[in-house]
């Protein structure tokens, strides 16, 4: 089991910035190697969907094409931290943002394919 612990939500203004962090503890190696990881999010009566996502070593990355050229997602490994840096915020990317971790495979852009979840940091983006 890996245990996930999302950081640095809040309240930021449209054009703004915010970076997210998630630390992984418990299982976060295992025999294919590091897991891999995405980030998703979820408003309201909306189903939960894939931001971005990354590979093991940290050299492939994926991402939503509502958030390509803003946001990027990096790993710290030593750290067992996984980021998120949004840049150029809109209040639609107002949502809650969860980490996810897959152990098995590459980062995978269906949430079903993950399997441990962070309780969610709220985003919250003003005009």
């Known amino acids: 089991q890996v245990q996930l612990v999302e950081s640095g939500g809040g309240l930021a203004q449209a054009g703004g910035s915010l970076r997210l962090s998630c630390a992984a503890s418990?299982?976060?190696?295992?025999?294919?190697?590091?897991?891999?990881y995405g980030w998703f999010r979820q408003v309201p009566g909306k189903e939960r969907e894939f931001v971005a996502g990354i590979s093991r070593g940290g050299g492939t990355t994926g991402y939503a094409d509502s958030v390509k050229g803003r946001f990027t997602i990096s790993r710290d490994n030593a750290k067992n931290t996984v980021y998120l840096q949004m840049n150029s915020l809109k209040p639609e990317d107002t949502a809650v943002y969860y980490c996810?971790?897959?152990?098995?495979?590459?980062?995978?852009?269906?949430?079903?394919?993950?399997?441990?979840w962070g309780q969610g940091t709220q985003v919250t983006v003003s005009s």
């Open positions: 996810a971790a897959r152990i098995a495979g590459n980062y995978a852009t269906t949430a079903p394919a993950y399997d441990s």
């Open positions: 418990g299982r976060t190696f295992n025999n294919y190697g590091w897991n891999s």
